[in-house]
């Protein structure tokens, strides 16, 4: 499913509003890392991510702050992958838990997805680890029509794989 450009932009006072991340928003990202962070050890890079993504203005390390009646509400992360044209990578998405069933998920990928292709991106990847942990994420991007592309088991340690998945926007 590719958004359309209206799904990541529209408000009604119950939608999140998604944009650009700026240099205000990082404590409210970091806050919200470390949060989830503390839950899942598994997300040890993406404070490094969020430093890049606030300090460089690189295709390859974005990230994009969801609202939702004007407060922080979300984040994600993804940029285009070095070395390759047209293929772009989604790192993270966080919610916050008091905005997870307002729909603010769906509304940071669907910016992300539109930014990428926007940007000319004929594929995006996600790597997620196999764990209870991530089962959240990857439902929210398998509605957005992630598939699942290859396993490499044991990969984060025994009886945890590395899945990895793929869009192909059309």
């Keep these: 499913m590719v958004p359309q450009a209206d799904d990541q932009s529209e408000s009604a006072g119950t939608r999140s ?7 205000r928003d ?15 050890p598994l997300l040890e890079r993406i ?8 300090r460089d203005e690189s295709d390859e390390c974005q990230m994009c702050v969801a609202e939702l009646r004007g407060e922080f509400a ?11 044209v047209g293929t772009a ?3 993270f998405v966080g919610v916050e838990a008091r905005t997870r069933d307002a ?8 910016h992300v997805l539109h930014d990428l292709i926007a940007k000319g991106a004929r594929l995006v990847v996600a790597e997620v680890p196999r764990h209870g942990s991530f089962d959240s994420f990857r439902s ?31």
């Design 26 to 40: 990082r404590a409210a990202v970091l806050k919200l890392v470390e949060a989830e962070l503390a839950e899942n």
């Design 89 to 91: 990578i989604l790192y």
């Design 103 to 110: 729909g603010t998920g769906d509304a940071i990928v669907a």
């Design 47 to 54: 404070p490094e991510l969020v430093e890049q993504a606030i």
């Design 74 to 84: 979300g984040c994600g992360i993804y940029g285009s992958v070095a070395g390759t």
């Design 140 to 170: 929210l991007i398998e509605a957005h029509g992630f598939v699942e592309e290859s396993r490499i088991a044991d990969y984060y340690r025994d009886g945890v794989p590395l899945v990895h998945y793929r869009l192909d926007p059309k």
């Design 17 to 23: 509003i998604v944009r650009p991340a700026r240099e």
